[in-house]
T-cell receptor
Framework: DGGITQSPKYLFRKEGQNVTLSCEQN?????MYWYRQDPGQGLRLIYY???????QKGDIAEGYSVSREKKESFPLTVTSAQKNPTAFYLC??????????????FGAGSRLTVL | GESVGLHLPTLSVQEGDNSIINCAYS??????FIWYKQESGKGPQFIID?????DKRQGQRVTVLLNKTVKHLSLQIAATQPGDSAVYFC????????????FGQGTELSVKP
């Protein structure tokens, strides 16, 4: 089945540590996205990539980094510079770029908790 | 409906009744809208979309209505079932914001058996 796989589903981190969240898609989608979701709030865009080896900052990129070395993969690193990293992280992909009429397909999410 | 704040708007309906979830958007340049359903602990799932040149679009048990005059979007769910219990998000795309999808806060739908 085609889809987006995020791992791990749950992750605990000590303050000061970097962690990397994995996102893999086999939908042959060009564009991939990372969103952050906090309780009672909508999804906020962290980073997006419309093509391999290229990515742009979203609305809340500070404290995060990404890479897009392969079309299928878009890992997100939550660095120690992110002051409030505890959240639910969602990866998504779409056939067209960010400015096209596109339906995002989402992964199941990764819940990060900082201890 | 959508609103700013830490507490999700909630809607409680009886099984079998129709549900109406509302969403107000602010950008008159928005030309495309999507409704997503998110069950607890899962990623959002696409329900239905509508372009700004339409007023209404129907799917299976769902209807989206768009009123551009008052910048209002609604999702109607017919014969609501317990499996419809979830958080529902609307998202808008506006060309004057780089064409990104902007998500609303969400509305929690609770279906009572």
């Amino acid at each position: 089945d085609g889809g987006i796989t995020q791992s791990p589903k749950y992750l605990f981190r000590k303050e000061g540590q970097n962690v990397t969240l994995s996102c893999e898609q086999n939908l042959n989608h060009d564009a991939m996205y990372w969103y952050r979701q906090d309780p009672g709030q909508g999804l906020r865009l962290i980073y997006y990539s419309q093509i391999v080896n290229d990515f742009q900052k979203g609305d809340i990129a500070e404290g995060y980094s990404v890479s897009r070395e392969k079309k299928e993969s878009f890992p997100l690193t939550v660095t120690s510079a992110q002051k409030n990293p505890t959240a639910f992280y969602l990866c998504a992909s779409s056939t067209t770029g960010i400015s096209g009429a596109n339906v995002l397909t989402f992964g199941a999410g990764s819940r990060l908790t900082v201890l | 409906g959508e609103s700013v704040g830490l507490h999700l708007p909630t809607l409680s309906v009886q099984e079998g009744d129709n549900s109406i979830i509302n969403c107000a958007y602010s950008n008159s340049a928005s030309d495309y809208f999507i409704w997503y359903k998110q069950e607890s602990g899962k990623g959002p799932q696409f329900i239905i979309d509508i372009r700004s040149n339409m007023d209404k679009r129907q799917g299976q048990r769902v209807t989206v209505l768009l009123n551009k005059t008052v910048k209002h979007l609604s999702l109607q769910i017919a014969a609501t079932q317990p499996g419809d219990s979830a958080v529902y998000f609307c998202a808008e795309r506006a060309y004057n914001q780089g064409g990104k999808l902007i998500f609303g806060q969400g509305t929690e739908l609770s279906v009572k058996p």
